[in-house]
C-alpha cells in the first residue's frame, strides 16, 4: 500500500532538525516543556477542581538499516508536576524496538517489541478509585510480528500480538491480564486501485487472577472475521474499511457468551500535498471486570486535519467521538472530544505549541458525566 506524506513530514528547508547522522543511522533528540491548565483533574461531574501542570518530555528516535531491512528504536519520558495537587504528579516512560525486513519483492517481515510505564485516566470506566485515591499505574509490555506475501493479485498476512498488563495496586490485581492474538488474512487485487480481503482472527484473553473482586472468572476467547474492501489512489487516498462479527466464549459458565458485530478501518487523503484528512472507526470487544457485567463493547470514531498554514506554520484540528457499552448492568458511556494544536517553527531547533483541547461525556449513571477543558502552550527543541 502506497504512503502518503504528512504535511508535518514535508521537507522544511531552513527549518530542518540537525539530527545526528553516523553513516546510515540517524538519531534523532527531541524536548518539549509545556504548561498545561486543565479544568477538571479529577473527571468530576461535580466539585470540579482545576489546577496547573508543567510537563517535561524528553524522546531520542534511532533509524538505521540498509533499504531492504531498516530497524527503529525509540526511547521516551514524560514527567507532570501538578501545582496545586501533587499526589497526581506522575512519571511515565517507555522504549520500543521495531524492524521492517523485504526478503523480496513479494515478501515482508515485521516485528516489534516494546514496554510502557504508564499512568491511568481518572475518567477511565474501569477504574472504581475516588478522587482522594492515589493514581493508578500500571506496566504494559507487548510485541508483535507479521508476515506479508503479494503476487500478482493475491496478497496473504499472518500476524500474531502479544500484550501483558501489570497494575502497581494490589487491590487492582484483577485487571492484571495477558493478551494474546492471532490473524489471518487473504486478499485479492480487483483493479490496481482495489483490493478485497477477508481476516480471521481470535484473541485469548488470560486475567493473573482466577477470579475478579466478585468471584467471576474473567478468561475468555473472542474469535472472528471481518471481510471489506483497500483502496490505493496512490499519493491521494489510501485505507480500508472491514465489518465482521465475532464471538466472545467466557470459560466461566456464570457469563453469558456473546455475538457481536466488529469494525475496523482507516482512511487518508491527500487533499493537496499541504493539506491532508485522516478518519478512523473501531468496534469490537475489549473485555472488563466491572461487577455484573459481562463484556465491553468499545466504538471509536475518530477524523483529523492537517493543513501547513504557512512554510513554518503546522495546524491540526480533530474531533473523536468514543462509546463504551457494557453487557448486563445500565452502563453505557459517550465521550465528544475535539481539539485544535498548532505549531511554528522558530528555527531549525525550536518550535512553539500551543492547543486547546475539549471534551465532554455523557453516560447512563450521572457520576460518569464530565466536562474538561485543557489549554497548553509549550516549547519544542529538535536537535
Not at 360 to 377: G, S
Amino acid at each position: 500500500m502506497s504512503e502518503i506524506v504528512a504535511p508535518s513530514a514535508l521537507p522544511r528547508p531552513g527549518y530542518e532538525p540537525r539530527n545526528i547522522r553516523i553513516g546510515s543511522t540517524v538519531v534523532s533528540p527531541e524536548l518539549t516543556i509545556s504548561e498545561t491548565y486543565d479544568s477538571n483533574v479529577f473527571s468530576l461531574e461535580d466539585d470540579e477542581e482545576g489546577d496547573f501542570i508543567t510537563t517535561v518530555s524528553p524522546r531520542v528516535t534511532v533509524e538505521t538499516g540498509p533499504e531492504k531491512l531498516r530497524l527503529r528504536s525509540e526511547a521516551f519520558a514524560t514527567h507532570s508536576e501538578y501545582l496545586e495537587n501533587p499526589s497526581e504528579s506522575r512519571t511515565t516512560y517507555g522504549a520500543s524496538l521495531g524492524g521492517r525486513y523485504l526478503l523480496d519483492s513479494a515478501h515482508t517481515l515485521e516485528a516489534t517489541l516494546g514496554y510502557n510505564r504508564e499512568a491511568e485516566s481518572r475518567g477511565d470506566p474501569e477504574s472504581d478509585l475516588d478522587a482522594g485515591d492515589p493514581i493508578s499505574m500500571y506496566h504494559r509490555f507487548g510485541g508483535t510480528a507479521s508476515y506479508g506475501y503479494r503476487r500478482n493479485r493475491i496478497g496473504l498476512g499472518l500476524s500474531a500480538d502479544v500484550e501483558a498488563t501489570d497494575f502497581d495496586r494490589r487491590d487492582e490485581s484483577d485487571r492484571d491480564l495477558m493478551e494474546t492474538r492471532f490473524a489471518a488474512r487473504t486478499s485479492f487485487l480487483l483493479t490496481p486501485k482495489f483490493d478485497m480481503f477477508v481476516e480471521g482472527f481470535t484473541n485469548r484473553r488470560d486475567y493473573e487472577a482466577a477470579t475478579d473482586d466478585s468471584g467471576v472468572g474473567r478468561d475468555a476467547t473472542t474469535y472472528g472475521f471481518l471481510a471489506g474492501t483497500s483502496v490505493d489512489l496512490t499519493g491521494k487516498l489510501v485505507g480500508e474499511i472491514g465489518i465482521g462479527l465475532f464471538q466472545t466464549d467466557y470459560d466461566d459458565d456464570g457469563l453469558d457468551d456473546f455475538l457481536g458485530l466488529g469494525v475496523r478501518g482507516g482512511l487518508v487523503w491527500s487533499i493537496s500535498p499541504r493539506t491532508l484528512l485522516a478518519a478512523t472507526v473501531s468496534r469490537q470487544d475489549v473485555g472488563t471486570v466491572l461487577a455484573g457485567a459481562t463484556t465491553q463493547i468499545e466504538s471509536n470514531f475518530g477524523v483529523r486535519l492537517e493543513q501547513e498554514v504557512r512554510h513554518n506554520l503546522l495546524i491540526s484540528t480533530g474531533l473523536n467521538l468514543s462509546q463504551s457499552e457494557y453487557e448486563g448492568i445500565s452502563r453505557d458511556l459517550t465521550t465528544v472530544s475535539g481539539g485544535i494544536m498548532a505549531e511554528l517553527f522558530l528555527n531549525r531547533v525550536l518550535s512553539v505549541t500551543v492547543s486547546a483541547d475539549y471534551s465532554t461525556r455523557y453516560a447512563d449513571l450521572r457520576e460518569d458525566e464530565y466536562d474538561r477543558l485543557l489549554f497548553t502552550i509549550g516549547l519544542r527543541a529538535r536537535f
